[in-house]
T-cell receptor, first 114, second 110 residues
Framework: NAGVTQTPKFQVLKTGQSMTLQCAQD?????MYWYRQDPGMGLRLIYY???????DKGEVPNGYNVSRLNKREFSLRLESAAPSQTSVYFC?????????????FGPGTRLTVT | RKEVEQDPGPFNVPEGATVAFNCTYS??????FFWYRQDCRKEPKLLMS???SGNEDGRFTAQLNRASQYISLLIRDSKLSDSATYLC???????????FGGGTRLMVKP
């Protein structure tokens, strides 16, 4: 049981390049999320998917697109990378049980855009 | 104003000390509250949920004050292994979306 996995772990892009961050979970969770974490800013939600086939914008969606490929996989795409997108990206998944539920995070992708 | 605010620290304490962190949130409709722990260059992990009546898990005690819109975390008998960043987390609205504070860094020294 691997939990939430993310690839790649590290990536360096030049401004204008594109890439897709991959995320998969094996816990049969319905909901999946993409966050970015910048120093002093906490985690900010980029996009989320409440269930297979649905996606919604979070707090900072500009410059990103997502695909919920199936129940297990949720990918994040940067079409034209900018230096402002230099960050650590975390994918998470959860199953809602009452008002308290845990979000399980992947190990993160450290992205640098030069 | 940030939705969830925390003192970034760092809090430097000796082993065995008691340390407390506070967190304030701005959305009075928030329903669920959590503390997550994040080790350096690692992913966040749930430390504990915060219940209205307050709750304890070993050396950790969490309190919620809805009237003043703050949450606290108390750590007793600090261990070196408690060194980490503690994230205050609030649900944004009904459902499964969370808002994270910027974190409070704790360093426990021998």
């Amino acid at each position: 049981n691997a939990g939430v996995t993310q690839t790649p772990k590290f990536q360096v892009l030049k401004t204008g390049q594109s890439m897709t961050l991959q995320c998969a979970q094996d816990m049969n969770h319905n909901s999946m999320y993409w966050y970015r974490q910048d120093p002093g800013m906490g985690l900010r939600l980029i996009y989320y998917s409440a269930s297979e086939g649905t996606t919604d914008k979070g707090e900072v969606p500009n410059g990103y697109n997502v695909s919920r490929l199936n129940k297990r996989e949720f990918s994040l795409r940067l079409e034209s990378a900018a230096p402002s997108q230099t960050s650590v990206y975390f994918c998470a998944s959860s199953e809602v049980r009452g008002p308290f539920y845990e979000q399980y995070f992947g190990p993160g992708t450290r992205l640098t855009v030069t | 104003r940030k939705e969830v605010e925390q003192d970034p620290g760092p809090f430097n304490v000796p082993e065995g000390a008691t340390v407390a962190f506070n967190c304030t949130y701005s959305n009075s409709a928030s329903q669920s509250f959590f503390w997550y722990r994040q080790d350096c260059r690692k992913e966040p992990k749930l430390l504990m949920s915060v219940y209205s009546s307050g709750n304890e898990d070993g050396r950790f005690t969490a309190q919620l004050n809805r009237a003043s819109q703050y949450i606290s975390l108390l750590i007793r008998d600090s261990k070196l292994s408690d060194s980490a960043t503690y994230l205050c987390v609030v649900n944004k609205r009904t459902g499964n979306m969370l808002t994270f504070g910027g974190g409070t860094r704790l360093m426990v020294k021998p």
